[in-house]
C-alpha cells in the first residue's frame, strides 16, 4: 500500500513562508505526476501544483510566482515551498500521487493545515 506523509503546516502571518514535506513510502519517480492539492472550508479541493516524473511543473495561476513544487528523488519526497503567503491561501493541503493503469489510481496523504492570519 503506497503511504503518503505531509508535514510543514502551521500558522503564519500574511507574507510569510512556508515548505510542505510529502513523504512517499516507494519511489516518486515511479509515478506519473506528483502534486499538492488543498482545500478550504466549503471549497471543492483545487490542484495547486504539479510535477510530472520527468521533472515537468505546472502550478495553478492564483500561486504562480509565489509558490514552487520541487522534489528529492534519493529521499522520496516532494515539497512545496510557499512565500508571500495570503489568507486566501488557508486550507488544508494534500499530497497527491498518480499511477497510470487500466484507470488512473490516486493515493492521497492525510492533510495538513496552513492557516494564513494576522
Known amino acids: 500500500q503506497v503511504q503518503l506523509v505531509e508535514s510543514g503546516g502551521g500558522l503564519v502571518q500574511p507574507g510569510g513562508s512556508l515548505r510542505l514535506s510529502c513523504a512517499a513510502s516507494?519511489?516518486?519517480?515511479?509515478?506519473?505526476?506528483m502534486a499538492w492539492y488543498r482545500q478550504a472550508p466549503g471549497k471543492q479541493r483545487e490542484l495547486v501544483a504539479a510535477?510530472?516524473?520527468?521533472?515537468?511543473?505546472n502550478d495553478a495561476d492564483s500561486v504562480k510566482g509565489r509558490f514552487t513544487i520541487s522534489r528529492d528523488t534519493a529521499k522520496n519526497t516532494v515539497y512545496l515551498q510557499m512565500t508571500s503567503l495570503k489568507p486566501e491561501d488557508t486550507a488544508v493541503y494534500y499530497c497527491?500521487?498518480?499511477?497510470?493503469?487500466?484507470?488512473?489510481?490516486?493515493?492521497w496523504g492525510q492533510g495538513t493545515q496552513v492557516t494564513v492570519s494576522s
Open positions: 497527491n500521487a498518480k499511477r497510470l493503469g487500466i484507470a488512473t489510481i490516486d493515493y
Open positions: 516507494e519511489s516518486i519517480v515511479s509515478f506519473r505526476a
Open positions: 510535477i510530472t516524473s520527468d521533472g515537468r511543473t
